[in-house]
């Protein structure tokens, strides 16, 4: 079956510009939530969706970091006036619903390149 | 935050067993997880344990969960090649949470 796909899988692009990163979840779920991982590290926790508002967005380290979902299903985030620390992959999950007994499926990632 | 903390390589022979160790900082965690990654993969999810549990098995897989000491353990039975990876621990603080905070990984190599 289809799982949480994510493009592009590569993105490389120069300190200053914006980027869109694209997540499709898995068809029904409802909750949906970007993490990032930098090297070495595990993921950090960004936001998470439930359906098309952003429940939580405690995460997202500044205002350069927003994330849509407008029709509660696929996701973007956008990263303005990108900086070479953004440099990362950048990770999708989605999940049933947001609370109680579930699980979270993750996708493959985005690696963002800021030269 | 709540940190978790995995020791960063673990390196065994095909065919041991393999011990991956996490301890974890909230005594609240109700879920503890462990996931796979692979390179250039996403992370898969291999079990999870409840907190009010103390050992989970699921075929060569084992948990043990030590909730004094916040203690997590993922013991790989008959390790094999395709095992090596990086192995993520990670919490969820209840029910009503949806957050996970992941430690840093070990990497398992694993010696044919």
């Known amino acids: 079956g289809a799982g949480v796909s994510q493009t592009p899988s590569n993105k490389v692009t120069e300190k200053g510009k914006y980027v869109e990163l694209r997540c499709d979840p898995i068809?029904?779920?409802?909750?949906l939530y970007w993490y990032r991982q930098s090297l070495g590290q595990g993921p950090e926790f960004l936001i998470y969706f439930q359906g098309t508002g952003a429940a939580d967005d405690s995460g997202l380290p500044n205002d350069r970091f927003f994330a849509v979902r407008p029709e509660g299903s696929v996701s973007t985030l956008k990263i303005q006036r990108t900086e070479r620390g953004d440099s990362a992959v950048y990770l999708c999950a989605s999940s049933l619903t947001g609370t109680g007994d579930y699980e979270q499926y993750f996708g493959p990632g985005t690696r963002l390149t800021v030269t | 935050g709540e940190d978790v903390e995995q020791s960063l390589f673990l390196s065994v022979r095909e065919g041991d067993s393999s011990v991956i160790n996490c301890t974890y900082t909230?005594?609240?965690?109700?879920?503890l997880y462990w996931y796979k990654q692979e390179p250039g993969a996403g992370l898969q999810l291999l079990t999870y344990i409840f907190s009010n549990m103390d050992m989970k098995q699921d075929q060569r897989l084992t948990v043990l969960l030590n909730k004094k000491d916040k203690h997590l353990s993922l013991r790989i039975a008959d390790t094999q090649t395709g095992d090596s990876a990086i192995y993520f621990c990670?919490?969820?603080f209840g029910a009503g949470s949806y957050q996970l905070t992941f430690g840093k990984g070990t990497k398992l190599s694993v010696i044919p």
């Open positions: 909230d005594s609240s965690s109700t879920y």
């Open positions: 068809s029904g779920h409802t909750a």
């Open positions: 990670a919490e969820r």
